[in-house]
């Protein structure tokens, strides 16, 4: 399986949002994320970078 | 491996930008692609949305 951990970059460290993402879409201001298990989550924020090879998305809090 | 690959969405459908991506970075009005093999690639425009599990990110060109 491919799926990632999501963090949301801050400027004291990176908080863990959700573990075993499997997709992340645009949803008004912010973005949706979806697990393999199905469990869903709202950010408010972008997709910052990615580093898939570590299994990491990071997102980036919006202003 | 969890490596994707990159397309830009485009109205006509989408173009593969590059296979076996491990890493996508923010870098001036775009983003830096690397994919495992330390292949560089520049794209101006944001990450849209991602598929995993599918081994899929869609790049969205900056207007």
Redesign the interface.
């Known amino acids: 399986?491919?799926?990632?951990n999501a963090y949301l970059v801050g400027k004291e460290g990176n908080t863990l949002v959700m573990e075993a993402?499997?997709?992340?879409?645009?949803e008004g201001d912010g973005v949706k994320l979806i697990s393999?298990f199905g469990e869903q989550k709202f950010v408010k924020g972008?997709?910052?970078?990615?580093?898939?090879?570590d299994?990491n998305?990071f997102l980036k809090p919006k202003e």
Not at 21 to 26: F, K
Not at 46 to 53: C, E
């Open positions: 399986m491919c799926e990632a993402v499997d997709s992340v879409e645009p393999i972008s997709i910052y970078s990615l580093a898939l090879v299994h998305i």
